[in-house]
């Protein structure tokens, strides 16, 4: 092992950790950890791992970058397990990780049998309880060609998985500041035999009438939806600065559904933020059913200083949790609904390392024994277990 990269957070640190890997291919042993900050506990776990990943590898040189690292530089720097801290702005540039050699900023993934390819970076909005921005900076949008030309490097997987910090964002910072859609029929025109395209997180109130029609209408487009709602209240909307109300996303998730019934819907959602009422968290339960989020990611809200929302009245950590836990136990009804209904329909699946796989709307199937890494391959389920549709 020349390198060594744990990636926490987000499917654009994967992405990151994927070009940091091919840089140390041929360096001395190094272990680097990919930090996150998108909670005060994100930050706890990266200094976790910082630690675990000393213990287990006393001899290799520790380097930490990601957003952690970026916005509390300092306080890893002082960590007695780190020999090194690299800004975001530096973790991409090959001649940080290389004494010698510059290698090309190749992100073919080795570890997964999809391929990141981050689109932009860095986001413009400026939501109450996030401090991204101050990791990651302005957001900056790769041309199309540039995007192009990733996704050939990748050698022919058959799903490309689109990140970044504010997806959404794509094209605003470019000539003409083409939409997300405009990125999305190019890369669909320029690789006809592409199975599978996947976005990753939305921004509802970003979604172009292209990319609606896209995801509504090709095939090639998986029926895999993930929108940051946050909340299902308008009030814990307004004060988070978010730019939707709970209108806007029940409707977007409607229109999406009529069009294209298949979509499975997944979503980010904060329990327990400040200032909210059990009456605000009810909306947060409700959204779930009323959206049938069958894909949720649910944060109980985490204090982050030097957010405006570290400044708001906060609700009592136990019922944060307890919030959090409510909102989980709905998704995870709404999910079992959702896996019921898919029994004895079959499903394209791409098969990854552990025997299992994921079909286009992402739910988690067993594969046949033997099925290669990477392909895709035709299950029809008849029971679940664990969670998983065998």
Not at 207 to 236: A, C, K, Y
Request: net charge neutral.
């Amino acid at each position: 092992m020349s390198g060594h990269v744990v990636s926490l957070g987000c499917r654009l640190n994967i992405a990151e950790s994927e070009a940091i890997s091919g840089f140390l291919a041929e360096g001395p042993p190094t272990v680097v950890v990919n930090s996150c900050a998108v909670t005060a506990e994100a930050v706890r776990q990266s200094r976790r791992a910082v630690r675990r990943l000393r213990r287990e590898n006393p001899e290799a040189r520790l380097v930490v970058t990601g957003c952690a690292a970026t916005i509390e530089q300092d306080a890893f720097a002082a960590m007695a397990e780190v020999d090194a801290v690299v800004p975001n702005s530096e973790k991409l540039k090959p001649e940080t990780w290389t004494d010698n050699s510059v290698r090309s900023n190749s992100t073919t993934s080795t570890r997964h049998t999809r391929a990141f390819v981050p689109v932009q970076n860095g986001c413009d909005h400026a939501c109450t309880f996030c401090i991204i921005p101050q990791g990651r900076g302005s957001s900056v949008s790769l041309r199309k060609s540039e995007v192009i030309q990733a996704i050939e490097r990748h050698g022919g997987v058959n799903e490309v998985v689109l990140t970044g910090v504010d997806v959404t964002s794509w094209g605003a910072d470019l000539p003409g500041a083409p939409s997300l859609g405009d990125l999305v029929a190019a890369i669909l025109h320029a690789f006809p035999a592409l199975p599978r395209l996947r976005l990753s997180s939305l921004d509802g109130v970003e979604i172009d009438p292209l990319l609606f029609d896209l995801i509504t209408q090709e095939p090639r487009v998986m029926p895999h939806v993930h929108l940051s709602l946050q909340s299902g209240n308008d009030m814990v909307l307004k004060r988070m600065k978010r730019r939707h109300s709970r209108h806007d996303a029940i409707d977007l998730v409607q229109r999406m559904k009529a069009k294209r019934p298949e979509i499975a819907l997944g979503a980010d959602l904060i329990a327990g933020f400040p200032t909210e009422t059990p009456e605000m968290h009810a909306d947060n339960v409700s959204i779930v059913r009323e959206c049938a989020v069958v894909h949720g990611h649910v944060f109980p809200y985490s204090l982050r200083p030097g957010t405006p929302a570290a400044r708001m009245p906060q609700v009592d950590p136990g019922l944060v949790r307890e919030r959090a836990a409510l909102v989980r136990a709905e998704v995870a009804e709404q999910r079992g609904k959702w896996l019921q209904s898919l029994l004895g329909t079959p499903a394209q699946v791409l098969a990854e390392r552990d025997g299992t796989g994921h079909a286009g709307h992402f739910a988690t199937y067993r594969v046949p024994e033997g099925t290669p890494v990477g392909s895709l391959v035709t299950v029809t389920p008849t029971k679940i277990v664990e969670g998983i549709l065998e």
